[in-house]
T-cell receptor, first 111, second 114 residues
């Protein structure tokens, strides 16, 4: 079936290091959304990407949507302890119209 | 304005009992979603409502699970004859129109089946 795979599952970084999580789909996506879930909290919407090759930035966060609209990435520059949490991508399948969440990447930042 | 609210926040029930979980979406949001999240796991899609109808029920794990939405607003997720594997956090989300729009999540209901 359709899947959205996220890697890595876990990442531990030293504060100040960069971090990247990748999202890969088996099918073409109409769009992709990114969410952040702090420990003990609920997912909060970060951004949506729609266009092939689109790049969007939010302060230290850079989001990319692949040219083939099958993959996406979230890059955080110079991580801070406030970046701790689980980052989820959610892709809208072009074929089925279903929104599929990745399993998430949990980021730990050591001060 | 008010966000998505869910009740109860915590529910402990005995195996075999039925439970009802409630979700109040953001006013004016026509789309509503239910997800399940087990400890340390990702989001498992359960069901999606557009207005009062459910175009996608594909994620409901078994026929013990059902959901309804009335008046295009409040939704209830019912689990009959609960099993221990039903223990999880049940999250509700709403979006303005449909799945093309960002989802706003509620705080969740933590269900524990003993």
């Amino acid at each position: 079936g359709q899947q959205v795979m996220q890697i890595p599952q876990y990442q531990h970084v030293q504060e100040g290091e960069d971090f990247t999580t990748y999202c890969n789909s088996s099918t073409t996506l109409s769009n992709i959304q990114w969410y952040k879930q702090r420990p003990g909290g609920h997912p909060v919407f970060l951004i949506q990407l729609v266009k092939s090759g689109e790049v969007k930035k939010q302060k230290r966060l850079t989001f990319q949507f692949g040219e083939a609209k099958k993959n996406s990435s979230l890059h955080i520059t110079a991580t801070q302890t406030t970046d701790v949490g689980t980052y989820f991508c959610a892709g809208l399948s072009s074929n089925t119209g279903k929104l599929i969440f990745g399993q998430g990447t949990t980021l730990q930042v050591k001060p | 304005g008010a966000g998505v609210s869910q009740s109860p926040s915590n529910k402990v029930t005995e195996k075999g009992k039925d439970v009802e979980l409630r979700c109040d979406p953001i006013s004016g949001h026509t789309a509503l979603y239910w997800y399940r999240q087990s400890l340390g796991q990702g989001l498992e899609f359960l069901i999606y409502f557009q207005g009062n109808s459910a175009p996608d029920k594909s994620g409901l794990p078994s026929d013990r699970f059902s959901a309804e939405r009335t008046g295009g607003s409040v939704s209830t997720l019912t689990i009959q004859r609960t099993q221990q594997e039903d223990s999880a956090v049940y999250l509700c989300a709403s979006s303005l129109r449909d799945i093309l729009y960002e989802q706003y999540f509620g705080p969740g209901t933590r269900l524990t089946v003993t």
